[in-house]
């Protein structure tokens, strides 16, 4: 495995600095994004992988969708691949209260234009009209401009948002409302890329995604990571030691296994208990009653999830609980007394 300088997480998008864009936006809103390079980005064979199948269908003009279970890490490969295309990134989140207009665009603002005539010195004609300003939002921004678009959880959005979205990727025509005024629809620039995340596995808030779109897209499913790469990212990401870290990994994952839970550990579960024992000096051992504490606190919450359990079960699952966490950070061995000292004799 090696480490790339390639920053994905959110603190690593920046709004662009540089004015690209000449179409209109909201005063003060900046449309585009930036990737920051970072020295812990862990790239494995499978990233690499994933990585040039989407570019493969990017670069044949299609449209990718990653597709997976969270904490998979969809949005950081979605982010990762967008940075290899090297082109500006507009970041667009699915919600339900999305609409068209949020993706094409608005009117917002008034022009205002006065006239004063004063052509009769002693008559005065004025003349005053207000009219609404269009403006593109980041889908027509993105589509004009040919920057990448990266439309995380899409299927949060209701599927009628996303008719728009038909023209834009088979015909490369994006088609304005009546509204827009100046033009009717504007051709898609060459350089236009699109890149799509979402859980199948997700049932609050999600819709399902139009046929006519879904066989629009490239769609690749996500898995969890392997052991080793989740080894490597819990390393790289939270300074804990090697042997410390496979600990935490292999409880994470030996309870994932379990099936014995409501809501899915993942890698940010390890990420989580990783971090804050090395933030606090914590032994990875049941030695540490501290450590202890915080697997429980990680880790159980994701046994029960809100539901309300009797305290038989409840007991039940934590003793399985406690048991994972002794088998995988088991206490430190006793050192061993030499011969004289267990015979009680003098050195």
């Known amino acids: 495995m090696t480490i790339v300088p390639l920053s994905l997480e959110p603190q690593s998008l920046v709004p662009d600095s540089v004015g690209t864009t000449s179409s209109a936006v909201a005063p ?19 990233v690499r992988d994933l990585t040039r199948r989407g570019l493969d269908f990017l670069t044949a003009g299609y449209p990718v969708h990653f597709r997976g279970p969270a904490g998979t890490g969809k949005t950081t490969l979605a982010l990762h691949v967008a940075a290899q295309l090297g082109r500006p990134v507009i970041l667009v989140t699915g919600d339900n209260e999305l609409g068209s207009a949020d993706l094409v665009g608005s ?48 299927t949060r959005s209701r599927p009628e948002t996303h008719n728009v979205l038909l023209g834009v990727f088979e015909e490369r025509m994006l088609f304005l409302p009546a509204q827009a005024h100046e033009e009717c629809y504007i051709r898609v620039h060459p350089d236009f890329r699109a890149i799509f995340t979402s859980n199948p596995q997700e049932y609050a808030g999600v819709h399902a995604s139009q046929d006519a779109l879904a066989d629009r897209l490239a769609t690749i499913d996500v898995d969890y990571p392997d052991r080793v790469m989740e080894l490597a990212v819990t390393v790289a ?21 379990s099936g014995d839970y ?18 606090q000096g914590y ?23 809100g539901q309300r359990i009797d305290a038989e079960e409840r007991r039940r699952r934590r003793d399985a609980l406690l048991a994972l966490i002794a088998a995988h950070c088991p206490p430190s061995p006793a050192p061993r007394r030499s011969g004289r000292a267990q015979h ?3 050195p």
């Open 237 to 257: 990401r939270t300074g804990l030691s090697a042997a410390g870290a496979a600990r935490i990994v292999d409880l994470v994952r030996a309870f994932r296994a």
């Open 107 to 154: 009117q917002r603002g008034y022009h205002y234009r006065k006239v004063v005539d004063h052509f009769i010195h002693n008559v005065t004609k004025l003349e005053e009209t207000a009219n609404q300003r269009w403006t593109d939002h980041r889908l027509t921004t993105a589509c004009r401009e040919g920057y990448t678009l990266v439309y995380d959880e899409f």
């Open 262 to 279: 409501r809501q899915t550990p993942t890698l940010r579960t390890s990420l989580m208990i990783a971090r804050v024992a090395a933030q």
């Open 344 to 346: 009680g004799k003098q």
């Open 283 to 305: 032994v990875v051992s049941t030695d540490d009653p501290r450590f202890v504490q915080l697997c429980l606190d990680a880790l159980e919450s994701r046994a029960f999830s």
């Open 28 to 46: 003060g809103v900046s449309t585009t994004l930036t990737l920051r390079p970072r020295s812990d980005f862990v790239e494995t064979e499978l």
